[in-house]
């Protein structure tokens, strides 16, 4: 079995914002030989996640209005007492995006067929912001037979 890894940088939008990544994903597929296998794509960070939906314009618009609904990021959670941890001072009020992340997920495992990663129709790729602007490092792995 053959392995490749590959990091992703990606800057992202300020807030809430959703990254259409597939291409990158496939030609990093392409780049690593692999004919049948597996890709991985994990995000490094616990206030962004990727999942896997359609890129249609007014559903981006809607991911955020669902889950800041879900999660309002004025709710009182207790991560936000930033006077009552030991982080930096600069450190964001950001428990909202913690949780986001963790219903969301922070990678996906696609199947790699005919040296490509098999999606549906209307399936993208996508990186999920939460606490942006910011530059995300998001880890893709390929592994299988070429």
Do not use: K
């Amino acid at each position: 079995m053959a392995s490749f890894h590959h990091r992703l940088d990606v800057e992202t939008g300020s807030g809430f914002s959703v990254h259409d990544i597939t291409g990158e994903v496939r030609a990093l597929v392409r780049e690593s030989g692999i004919a049948e296998g597996l890709v991985v794509v994990s995000t490094l960070h616990t206030t962004c996640a990727v999942a896997v939906n359609e890129n249609e314009a007014r559903l981006l618009d809607d991911i955020p209005d669902c889950f800041l609904r879900l999660v309002p990021p004025d709710a009182p959670y207790r991560h936000n007492d930033i006077h009552l941890r030991d982080c930096p001072p600069d450190e964001p009020e950001n428990a909202h995006a913690h949780l986001i992340a963790m219903m969301l997920g922070h990678a996906q495992t696609l199947p790699v067929h005919e040296g490509r990663p098999h999606l549906g129709r209307w399936q993208s790729v996508l990186l999920v912001e939460l606490d942006g602007p910011r530059r995300r490092q998001v880890a893709v792995q390929v592994m299988g037979d070429p």
